[in-house]
């Protein structure tokens, strides 16, 4: 009978202890999709950790430095964008704090408009190392999503920003999400100097 009263107690904590889990964690969305559309979508997460994720604050949260100017664009459709130019590097940025061995995703919206096809990645930068949790071609005209997920291997202070793989040309960026399982939004206009 103790053995039943033990384990019967065991067994209701493990659940409790389960369902707590399950109460603060965040569901992971799986949707993507490999399509360029014309209007890009709402951000994943309602824009997780990211401040100012749809600009509806102007610049409010992002950073741009170095010899970038930046604007702020709003498309027909109602959608922000930044408009970055004048600058021969990617410093569009948002400063983010990170947690070690932590899953985050990864979600943005790229769009070029110099009539090439381009890479665009996004890269994660911490104090000990970068990487890209996702890229994507960017077309012009229409929207593709960038999508990934990635761990970092120190907690801290970290930066995300945007590459792009031509030598010269415009990006718009729209929609990031980073999710704590994170999520960003903005949408940017970037000029790559050409050599």
Aim: hydrophobic residues 40%; proline residues 3%; charged residues 20%.
């Amino acid at each position: 009978m103790a053995k039943l009263v033990y384990s019967w107690w065991f067994l209701s904590f493990l659940l409790i202890l389960v369902s707590r889990i399950e109460a603060h964690s965040v569901t992971y969305d799986p949707s993507f999709t490999h399509e360029c559309l014309s209007t890009p979508l709402k951000p994943q997460y309602n824009g997780g950790i990211i401040i100012n994720p749809e600009l509806n604050e102007k610049l409010n949260g992002w950073i741009v430095s170095g010899d970038a100017s930046a604007a702020l664009g709003e498309s027909c459709d109602g959608n922000n964008y930044i408009i970055t130019s004048k600058r021969k590097q990617s410093i569009f940025s948002q400063k983010l704090f990170l947690e070690e061995n932590k899953l985050y995703t990864f979600s943005a919206w790229v769009q070029v408009s110099n009539g090439n096809d381009a890479d665009v990645a996004a890269i994660i930068k911490t104090s000990t190392y970068s990487q890209s949790p996702g890229a994507v071609i960017g077309r012009e005209g229409c929207w593709s999503m960038l999508k990934g997920g990635f761990v970092v291997n120190v907690t801290g202070p970290a930066d995300l920003y945007f590459e792009l793989g031509v030598q010269f040309g415009d990006i718009l960026e729209g929609e990031v999400v980073l999710v704590e399982e994170m999520t960003i939004l903005t949408e940017e206009k970037r000029r790559v100097i050409g050599t």
